[in-house]
């Protein structure tokens, strides 16, 4: 009996010590989908995507700002130029933050530089990186098509802002109205396509940084 008791003690003792997500996986049944299931998920994990197009810091700005800037979407002359002027500084960092990355020396401590086409260039200059790894992170094409789909979602996430939608576009017509509702959407999917297409690899200010 003590044998047995000591048995059942250790085996909840061992089930204690695992982290609280694993143990879920293991009560939570393997989900069966169908084709239509299928494709939603699949569809979500793009849309999901599109986080790694934006920097992070942009867009938390622009969302703390713009009700500020439009005046909650009433503006006036001098708003309505803060407000353009707003749009275009975050779409300029949407820009520019693109071609950021970073790395992580032997001490795990991260640097942050700018690609070029020779390499890295640390902004801190705490570091220079050798040739051979600074080649690895040269500019190419494939980042200024993801900093021009940077610029494109950050245009479908203030098209969906209402107080810009308003300071800009206080009566719309009709067909303003479709192009507004349809046109973000289109950029979505199509910058979403793009991106699960051709991935980014970087990983820069403001972006998810990498777990090597």
Known sequence: MDVKTKMIGSENH?????????????????????????????????????????????????????????????????????????????????????????????????????ATFKGLWVIDGSTTLPPKLAAKYRLRFIDFMHAVMSVLVFAAIALFNKDVINCFFPSPSNETHEVLTALPVGISVFCSMLFVAFPSGRHGIGFPLSTN
């Open 14 to 114: 061992d089930e204690q010590k695992l982290p609280l997500i694993l143990r879920n996986m293991e009560e939570v049944p393997e989900a069966e989908r169908n084709l239509i299931q299928k494709a939603i998920s699949q569809t979500l994990k793009c849309a999901a995507n599109l986080v790694n197009l934006l920097p992070t810091g942009t867009v938390l700005a622009f969302q703390l700002l713009s009700p500020i800037f439009t005046n909650n979407g009433k503006c006036d002359s001098a708003t309505k130029f803060m407000t353009a002027a707003l749009v275009a500084l975050c779409g300029v960092s949407c820009f520019l933050l693109s071609f950021t990355d970073s790395f992580r020396d032997k001490k795990g401590n991260i640097s942050y530089g700018f």
